[in-house]
């Protein structure tokens, strides 16, 4: 039998010394939950709802699960996915199918409806 040729050992490297790491309390923080830019004094307001149409701003807070950011809003049509529960919790009330919970992104304030001047103008005769 013929002597088996060995492989010349591999050259290895030192280890670097291993850069002092942060403690884990000082890894990078999440990223922090946008603020919502409606407020609760704009409930009640009217409102338009990107794809699904105008109106009644009914709720402003947190996501209960995930804690973003949340307007609710009642729909004047039954365009919406719910009637204001989600998940088991209740957001707002209306009818099934008027509700929508949303980020705020896809809500924007709807037109304020202005009489005409000559409707606000009485008439003494």
Known sequence: AR???QAPP???TPPAAAAPRAPAAAAAPKAAVPANPFKASDIGRRVKVQDRGEGMLLYVGPHAKD???RCGVRLDGPTGLNNGTVDGHQYFACPDRFG???APSRVSFAAEV???PSALSLSLS
């Open 3 to 5: 002597p088996q040729a």
């Open 114 to 116: 202005v009489p005409p």
């Open 67 to 69: 804690g973003t950011p």
């Open 100 to 102: 929508i919970l949303v």
């Open 10 to 12: 591999k050259a290895t």
